[in-house]
């Protein structure tokens, strides 16, 4: 069962053509990585798939929820967006915390604000999730007291507190000293052994043949290449891809 199906995922910025007909299927408890260059479509198309970006054409199905991008169809109203949102969690480079609540207020604010959470229940959730990315201690902590770490450690608690069905990372490390990058990895691998879906950006190419279960080479607002890790990283197929690689060595 598909947790996730994007097809013929089309966007353009003015003339600039970013997507040109991106296509993925992610099955429930997969982790699927995207890697490329700067500017080869990953990003945008991570926001399409929960429509941070609209697509102009394509077609987009995360659980029962259905859209379809074109001159036909109409644009999702925003009561159909915030559904959605609902069931797919986003992180992103940068945390985005709230600086004037605590650690704790910034995690349970979605639950008691959009799911109409009680507070002791959204607390005690919002407890359990610090304790579960390492951070019990840090509760009563404003943002401004945390590590880079540590903060995208809470923003992704703040994402598993609305229970999504899908976990979306934008390059979740690197904003991050190299120092704090394993922290934020380990949580990550973590979600990983417990079956989340995800769908990652990341240029830790390392970690992402060793946690993915299939790994989309992106290239020129296509996906170039996509397989399991052991094809994709560890014998790439396309001379795209194995110059993509020999060039992330010599730069890291």
């Known amino acids: 069962m598909s947790a996730l199906i994007a097809d013929n995922i089309h966007k353009a910025f003015g003339d600039h053509e970013v997507l040109k007909g991106v296509s993925l299927s992610v099955a429930r408890g997969e982790v699927v990585t995207l890697i490329g260059a700067s500017g080869s479509g990953k990003s945008t198309f991570l926001r399409c798939l929960n429509l941070l970006e609209m697509p102009q054409q394509g077609e987009l199905a995360i659980g029962l929820h259905r859209f379809a991008f074109g001159k036909g169809p109409r644009a ?61 201690d840090k ?77 989309g080479f992106m290239n020129d607002g296509i996906m170039a290449e996509i397989g399991a890790p052991e094809e994709t990283i560890r014998q790439p197929r396309s001379e795209r891809l194995k110059a993509f690689l020999a060039r992330f060595h010599e730069t890291h």
């Open 139 to 215: 509760a009563d902590a404003f943002p401004s007291r945390l590590s880079g770490g540590q903060k995208q450690r809470v923003a992704i608690a703040r994402a598993l507190a609305m229970k999504p069905e899908v976990m979306l990372f934008d390059e979740p490390t690197s904003a991050l000293d190299p120092e704090l990058v394993g922290e934020v990895l380990a949580v990550i691998r973590s979600l990983a052994a417990e079956g989340m879906t995800m769908v990652l950006v990341t240029h830790e190419m390392a970690f992402a043949a060793d946690v993915s279960t299939r790994v």
């Open 76 to 136: 999702p109203k925003d009561a159909q967006l915030a559904q959605l949102r609902e069931h797919v969690g986003m992180v992103f480079q940068h945390f985005n915390l709230f600086p004037h609540m605590s650690v704790l207020a910034n995690v349970t604010e979605g639950p008691v604000q959009v799911k109409g959470m009680a507070r002791a229940d959204a607390d005690a959730l919002g407890r359990d999730l610090l304790a579960k990315v390492g951070l019990a």
